[in-house]
């Protein structure tokens, strides 16, 4: 993330010219990529075993939109995502063992999204929100490593998803904007997930 932070005000102290790319009849096109990485461990009762689980995901957005009015745009939102989630218990008593399971997440989705700036055009500095609902498909594998025979446990199930996000973004030139994306996604397919994930964006605004 502090990389991330150290790109942005660079191209902020980099550039000075003031450009209206948000006006109604305007294009927008881009992409974000971004994830989120956690990890837990707890302990077992009363001190016979321990428990740790890491997630990670990775995130890619494709966007195009139009600017209706000034400062609001609709579009599409096509989301690629990978999760992975990994579980490794560990025994202690009576005997030693350890267990070790993993779980794969796929997902692509389509759906409109609203985008709202809240300054003025004419700054190079703004802030907007956006909303989103996805429709698309899960992949699914569930597997052990205890025993390598085992089948993997596969399935795909339809999906919905619904997004909120909020990004400082700044326009470097009359046709080029960075973003810094915080974003609340719910899922809704085998179960309900609720994630919150960042990411870093490149729009590129097409200009009457």
Partial sequence: ???????????????????AQINKG??????????????????GSPIFSTQETTERELNFIGQIGYFLVNKFALGINAQ????????????????????????????????PFARYYLLSPKNKFNVYFQGAVLAGNILRNNFSYIDPAMPIDEESKNLMAYQIS???????????SLEWV??????????????????????IHLVK
């Fill in 1 to 19: 993330m502090k990389f991330f932070f150290n790109v942005f005000l660079f191209f902020v102290l980099l550039t000075s010219n003031s450009f």
């Fill in 26 to 43: 305007n294009f927008l096109t881009g992409g974000l990529l971004g994830g989120r990485f956690s990890q837990s461990k707890s302990i």
């Fill in 80 to 111: 690629y995502s990978l999760t992975q989630e990994t579980t490794v218990i560990k025994l202690y008593f009576p005997s030693h063992l350890s267990q070790r399971y993993e779980l794969n997440n796929k997902i692509f989705a389509i759906g």
């Fill in 166 to 176: 909020a990004a400082p973004s700044y326009f470097i030139n009359k046709n080029i």
């Fill in 182 to 203: 915080f974003m609340y996604s719910r899922y809704n397919h085998v179960e309900q997930v609720n994630n919150f994930s960042s990411a870093i964006g490149l729009q």
